[in-house]
């Protein structure tokens, strides 16, 4: 509390005469490159974010080798915030975690000794109980770090330094790939396979002529992921995203039959899809098979232990495996999408996309640079020690007079410069020489060491002067590279199978493949209830209409069945059986299931067959014939078929059988004709040609039929064959002459 009489100190204030609006546009700004910079796009050289590159800088500095014993992942994290990175602790250990996981990064880079989490998506041990250490691949990221290879830059606290970027004699961006968000812009790069990297560059430093893209691709077929799957991009598309730098990958999950015993068979997947958790999978697919969205699939089962292990169980022996496996990628992560967005720091400053040559490029030119950087701190090492040797090269050719001035001078240094012309180096070494160095043996030690050192300063000297030699330098790297990643090793073999793209699946036959098939019985009335009883055998005796109605279409049919409907004003409807209201009741009118007008009524019901081919018939006479398959209608309003005048409608839709070759047409005005089928065009859409021609009258009915079969037609229940058909017989458009006696009144077949 203040005494009395004493003031506080007044508190100074600021006041900005600033638009709000510039403020915060600064202040936004200076955020958004600070998350840009130092948080979410990764460097092109090394292919890290700033938190990666304090962590294993950190190890580094702990002497965490990949040789050497592991140290408590808490004590990791406790110098990566405490020299480097002032954030959360949570935050860092998961980006440790990751690093260490073979399942989310390709080529891991930490080597974790504990429960580092699992493919299922469990969480990490807490940092005290795991312990970390280096691996090789990270080894090469910090090769040279203590020659001057890179740039450093004082810590946020200004106590230490901390690498710019590392050294990368590993191609980790594309390798190990990253993603991250920043502001306006983010960064998503799957990861490769470390050995078809090495070739696409070794043919960019061989060839003669710059390769392209294209040939680049030779070599490298795609993204490796750790998790394995099948990739089923077209090549087309692999190569324009590369070309931009920006596309998308189709990674399905791997799988095999297992036969059992009595003919009956499982799936087994053995390798999913990148980034998908394993038990969110499993869980999705029990799911959709307790809501009969998968009625294919009659259960799943993870049997996995270290390896991928899961189980489907198909309902049938019948259902094929690949038509499964469609829907099982259409509706779950079995299948899914990985983007690619290589948007990187080109040099550590300026965030662009690049495409895959160009990254690779960036790669090769850090190389050179940190080569050339290397040979120079190594040359400054070599010349200090050639000085030096050459300097006690000259105390053993004199070795009494230097004993001598070092016992009776008082500046012994300045006198050895003196009488032998010494630099300050070479003075100082000698004085610091110990006695036991002075034998023969040592001189001839430094003469060889001296005849070493100076054939490695010549080497070095000509390699900092030619380029050409600093790319040869760099191309035998690159294949040492390849030999440890080779195909023929564990960490280098590819997991990614490269498949070709699969052929495109009817969205409407896959509905109809998984649709439970059951029996049904269709009931439409006359004035268009429509409803459906299940079951079939149903006697249309014991079916019941409103009052004033009565029935007119019954048909037994399947649920996965669909109904085509010809309508008066010349169109054709498509109805799923499966969509049809159950049989309790009257049902619903058709109207509220299609767009029937209501000037319109149904000429024709039946369950589709796309084998078929109908005659179809206005009421003036007119017609032709159209394939079944191309009336089927594709949305609630349609497909006009037959075209017509204002006055006239559609009145008949005729089945014609395999071996029909003949019509038989018959009007209002009781006129029949016979002619043959051949004379009617098969047409898609349009008015037709007139079949029978009438003076009074319109079209009541028509059958196609086998000339050599003969005519039937039916009478009060019972059938009936015409005697002589040859008196009816004429050519299309005739009027036709009287039916034979006993033909129904109704004028019907």
């Known amino acids: 509390m203040a005494r009395k009489g004493s003031s506080a100190p007044a508190r100074e204030e600021v006041i900005v005469d600033q638009p709000l609006s510039e403020i915060l546009s600064e202040r936004y700004l200076s955020y958004a490159l600070s998350t840009i910079m130092s948080r979410s796009l990764p460097d092109v050289r090394d292919g890290m974010k700033p938190v990666h590159r304090r962590l294993l800088y950190a190890m580094y500095q702990l002497k965490l080798g990949a040789q050497t014993g592991p140290k408590k992942s808490a004590r990791v994290v406790g110098d990566v915030i405490g020299k480097f990175h002032p954030h959360g602790d949570q935050s860092v250990y998961d980006a440790l975690v990751r690093l260490a996981q073979d399942f989310a990064v390709r080529y891991p880079l930490v080597d974790g000794q504990g429960n580092f989490g699992n493919i299922d998506g469990d969480n990490a041990a807490a940092m005290r109980y795991t312990e970390a250490r280096l691996t090789t691949v990270a080894e090469l990221l910090l090769e040279g770090i203590d020659e001057d290879a890179v740039d450093f830059r004082p810590t946020y606290d200004g106590d230490s330094q901390e690498p710019i970027v590392l050294p990368a004699n590993f191609p980790n961006l594309l390798a190990n790939g990253s993603s991250g968000i920043a502001v306006g812009m983010a960064t998503n790069i799957p990861p490769h396979n470390a050995f078809e990297l090495c070739e696409a560059m070794e043919l960019m430093l061989d060839s003669e002529k710059e390769p392209e893209i294209k040939d680049l691709l030779k070599v490298v077929k795609g993204p490796d992921f750790p998790t394995g799957g099948i990739l089923v991009e077209p090549k087309e598309n692999i190569l324009e995203a590369y070309k931009t730098g920006r596309g998308s990958f189709r990674l399905r999950a791997r799988w095999e039959v297992e036969e059992l015993k009595r003919d009956t068979y499982q799936i087994v997947v053995t390798e999913i899809p990148y980034q998908v958790q394993k038990s969110k999978l499993v869980e999705k697919i029990a799911e959709l098979i307790n809501d009969r969205k998968l009625p294919m699939l009659d259960d799943v089962r993870d049997e996995s232990a270290e390896d991928v292990r899961l189980v489907l169980v198909p309902k049938s022996r019948n259902i094929e495996a690949e038509l499964l496996m469609e829907t099982l990628f259409r509706q779950t992560d079995l299948e899914t999408r990985f983007a690619l967005n290589m948007n990187v720091l080109d040099g550590g400053l300026t965030p662009r996309v690049m495409n895959l040559k160009e990254v690779l490029s960036a790669w090769l030119a850090h190389r050179q640079d940190v080569l050339v950087r290397r040979s120079r701190h190594r040359l400054d090492k070599v010349l200090h020690r050639i000085e030096v040797l050459e300097g006690y090269l000259i105390v053993y050719l004199n070795i009494d007079k230097v004993i001598k001035i070092i016992r009776e001078k008082d500046d012994p240094k ?196 796309a084998e078929r081919r109908l005659l179809v018939v206005s009421d003036d006479g007119r017609g032709f014939i159209v394939a079944e398959k191309d009336v089927l209608a594709q949305t609630r309003a349609g497909r006009q078929v037959l075209n017509l005048d204002e006055k006239s409608e559609a009145r008949l839709c005729v089945i014609i059988p395999p071996d029909a070759d003949h019509v038989a047409m018959i009007g209002t005005n009781r006129k029949m004709l016979v002619f043959p089928l051949s004379e009617i065009p098969e047409m898609g859409k349009g008015k037709g040609v007139i079949l029978q021609r009438y003076k009074e009258g319109s079209a009541a009915d028509a059958k196609a039929f086998k000339l050599s079969a003969g005519l039937t037609y039916t009478s009060r229940g019972t059938d009936h064959k015409v005697d002589n058909v040859k008196l009816w017989l004429g050519q299309r458009a005739q009027a036709g002459r009287l039916p034979p006696n006993g033909f129904p009144k109704g004028n019907k077949f």
Request: overall charge neutral; glycine content about 6%; some cysteine.
């Open 414 to 609: 300045a006198e050895l410069m003196k009488a032998f012309k010494l630099s300050d180096v070479q003075a100082e070494a000698i004085l610091n020489m110990r006695l036991r160095s002075l034998r023969k043996l040592e001189e001839i030690e430094i003469k060889t060491e001296h005849s070493a050192l100076s054939k490695e300063r010549d080497h070095l000297q000509t390699l900092i002067k030619s380029e050409a030699r600093q790319w040869k330098e760099i191309r035998r790297q690159i294949g040492e590279l390849k030999k440890m990643f080779g195909p023929d090793t564990t960490l280098g073999e590819r997991r990614t199978k490269i498949d070709k793209a699969p052929s495109p699946v009817d969205v409407e036959e896959l509905a109809e493949a998984l649709m439970e098939k059951e029996p049904v019985t269709v009931i439409c009335s006359d004035k268009g209830w429509i409803r459906a009883m299940k079951g079939h055998g149903i006697s249309p005796k014991d079916l019941k209409y409103k009052d004033g109605d009565s029935g007119r279409f019954v048909i037994e049919a399947q649920t996965n069945d669909k109904l085509v409907l010809f309508a008066t004003n010349g169109r054709f409807y498509t109805i799923g059986c499966d969509k049809l209201p159950p049989g309790r009741g009257f049902g619903e009118p058709v109207r509220l299931m299609v767009d029937l007008p209501n000037d319109a009524d149904i000429a024709w019901l039946a369950v589709y067959n």
